[in-house]
């Protein structure tokens, strides 16, 4: 992988077949993914502003998350707080997951399978119970609502009014462990 340096920014060049340029911030690290005859330099100076604007977003983001605390529960108290409140959210959504299991994710905090298993990344263990509930409640809802439309937001609402801020401070913990 080619590396380009703009401004201090370490820029990953990813090269593909196809003829689509893609410049994107994953985790707060910029990755251009182009087809192979492109020239990186002309596709980064085009974007210039717009990574520079972003990546300064980016860095402040990363100030904020840095001033997180992290929770110290051990493996049975996490099971514990998981079980409790997956069982409180399961009657009030009147849904039944096949399973809730545990695993490491590197980009989110939750799925919900179409069989209604529910799995939840490790890297929960050391969030605020709020945000555990949070992410608990989301996932089951997926069982009553299959994707993220009107329809799921209202039913996230009812329990979670204030659900933006919840996502907003989930993505800041995401910058700082995932």
């Not at 077949?17 to 596709?43: C, E, I, N, T």
């Not at 001033?67 to 998981?82: G, I, K, Q, T, Y």
């Not at 996932?139 to 659900?163: D, I, T």
């Amino acid at each position: 992988m080619e590396t380009i340096d703009l401004e201090g920014i370490p820029c990953q060049v990813l090269r593909r077949s196809g003829r689509r340029v893609r410049v994107a911030f994953r985790q707060g690290r910029l990755r251009v993914v182009l087809p192979r005859h492109v020239d990186p330099r002309q596709v980064i100076d085009r974007h210039r502003d717009w990574i520079l604007e972003k990546h300064e977003w980016f860095r402040r983001q990363r100030l904020l998350a840095d001033e997180l605390e992290l929770c110290r529960r051990s493996n049975d108290e996490f099971v514990a707080l998981v079980r409790a409140l997956s069982g409180e959210y399961a009657g009030l959504l009147a849904v039944r997951p096949s399973g809730i299991g545990f695993r490491k994710m590197r980009s989110k905090w939750g799925s919900c399978s179409v069989k209604g298993k529910v799995n939840l990344n490790t890297w929960l263990q050391v969030l605020p119970d709020e945000l555990v509930a949070f992410i608990v409640f989301h996932e089951l809802a997926h069982l009553r609502v299959r994707n993220h439309g009107p329809g799921f937001k209202a039913l996230v609402r009812s329990q979670f009014p204030h659900f933006r801020d919840l996502d907003r401070r989930l993505k800041l913990y995401s910058l700082k462990i995932l």
